[in-house]
C-alpha cells in the first residue's frame, strides 16, 4: 500500500533534516539571532495550520495550473494527485515533531560536551557521532514514532493533495474514509482494525523510548 | 609554549568583553588570570582554545600566528568549569577518546591511558560513568582526558569552582605539583584570589576587560600598578582624608588623594607598646572580630575606621579600649598616579621630642 511508502520516506526525510535543523537552530553562531528567531516560529507553522490547509497549500503551489506544477509535469514528474505530492504533504505536517523533540535535548546537554571534544581534536563529524549522537538518541528514536504514528493517520492534507483516485493514490485513512462513505463498513472496520494495532503497538515503543529517553 | 598575545579584542554586540589585551608567557610558566567574575577571563581563555574569535588582535603561538587554526589544530588541552566529561562514556574511554581520534594504535592508547589514570589517581575507577564519580574525582578525570594528547598549552577554566572547600585546596597543591611535573604551560582562570597566588607562578589580573597587572604573586602584592589591583589583592580599608593620619600629611597636598590601607602596614598597641611612639595616634577600640587564627580590630582613628589584625598571643583589647595606632605605610592613588607612601616620621630621624 501507499502508505507505507510514504510512512517510509517521510520519516527518513524528516528525521535527517529535523535533527540537522535542529543542530543549526541550537548551536550555529553564523545565524543571526533573529534570523533564528523566524526560523523557529517557521517550525511551528505547521502545527499552526490545519492539516487540510496545508495540503490546499501545495495543491495550489505545484498543482497542474501552476508554473512549478506545469514545469515538472512537462518533465514527466507529476506532484499533486501523485506519490510525491502525497509524501510533501504528510512532510509538512510532520515536520515539527523531529524538530521539537531534539531541540530541547540539545538545549540542555549543551554546547561544553562538544567544544571539550573539539579540543581534543576530534572534527565535527566525528563529534557528531561519538558524542552528540549518544546524548540525543533516545530523542530521535522518540520523534521517529510520532513522525510514522502521525504520518500514518495523516487524512485531511494527503486527502486534498492525492484527490482520492481508487486504488492509484489512496491511503490507509482515505481508504477508510471512501469505505465508510460507500457504506463498506465491514472492509472499513477491517483496515481500521489493522491502523488501530499499530497505533498501540507505536503507542507501547513511544513509552519505552520516552523511558529510556529518561535515563541518561 | 611560548605564547604571544597583541591586542585582543572581543566584543558580543555592544558589550566589550575583553579590550585592548596584550601579554606574553614563557614556556613551562603556571599562570594565573584572576579577576573579578564577568571580567572577560574565560573570553580570553576561549580566544587561546580557539573556541571564540577575536573580534581584533593577534593570537601568536611559537611566534606563528594561530588565529585561523580551528581548536583542534591548535594542540591545546581544555578543563571546563563543569568538566564536561562525556556523559555516556567510562572513565577509560573519556581519558582515550582524544588518542582515538588521532587513530593511534590500541596498546599504545591503553598504556598511554592507564598511566594517566595512575597519575592522576583514578586507578580502578576505569570501568565507572561520569555520573558515579565524585566532584573531585571527575575533575581529574577531566584533567586526564585533556593531557591525554599532549597538549602543549593546558587551559583550565575555574577547575576548582565546583567543588567543595576542603578538597579544593588539596586538588590545588596536586594541581601544581602535576603539573610542574609534566612541564607543560599553563594558563588557570579564577576569581578566588587565594588560589592565584597560592598556585600560580605569575599572575594576570583582568578587570571589566583589561588586563590590570601582569607579575608574580609577590610583585602584585608589593607592588600594585593600580588601584583595582591594590584594592582586589589582599584586605584593605579605604581612607579618603589621608591628611587625618599621622605621618602621611604631606599627601593632603595632592589634591583628590585616595589612600589605601592593608591591615598589615597598621600596628596598634596599648600604650607605651609600639617603639616609636613619636609616630603613633590615638584610637579607640570599635569592634573585635575572632578570625580563628587571630582577631581582627577594627579601630577609629580621628573618624575614619581602619581594619587590621592582632596576634592571639598578645594581650587581647576590648571594644572602647584607648591604643596607639601606628599606620607604616600606604597605597596612594588620585586620577593620574599611583605610589606606595611610607611613614614620614618614622623615616625622619627621630624628632624633638624626647
Redesign the interface.
Known sequence: MMTVIIVIIVTAINTVFGVMLALYLVRADWIGQKLKRLLNSLVDLPFAVSPVIGGLMIVLLLGPNTVIGALLEGAGFKVVYALPGMTLATLFVTFPIMVREVMPVLQEIGAQQEEAASTLGAYPWYTFWRVTWPSIRWGVIYGVVLTVARSLGEFGAVLVVSGNIINKTQTATTLVYQDVENFNVAAANGVALVLAAFSALLLLMMEWAKKRKEVH | MHIEVRGLNKSFGDFHAVSDVSFEIEKGKLIGLLGPSGGGKTSVLRML???ETPTSGDILFHGKRVNDL?????G???V?Q?Y?????MTVYDNVA??LK??KQPKDRIRERVMSLLELTGLKGFEHRYPHQLSGGQRQRVAFA??L??EPQLLLLDEPFAAIDAKIRTELRTWLKELIDRVGITSIFVTHDQDEAIEVADEIMIMNKGRLEQKGTPWDIYKNPETPFVASFIGESTIVHDIGRIKGFEEAAVWEGTTALIRPEYIEIGKAGEIRLQSATMEGRIRQLHFRGSEWLVEVDVNGTTLKTYRSLEKEAFHPGEEVSVLVHRAYLFNERDSWMMENRLKEDPMPIHI
Open positions: 582554545a580557539g573556541l580551528p581548536p583542534q589544530e591548535r591545546i588541552g581544555f571546563f563543569n564536561a566529561l562525556f556523559k555516556h577518546f582524544g581520534v588521532k582526558r585533556a591525554a594528547p
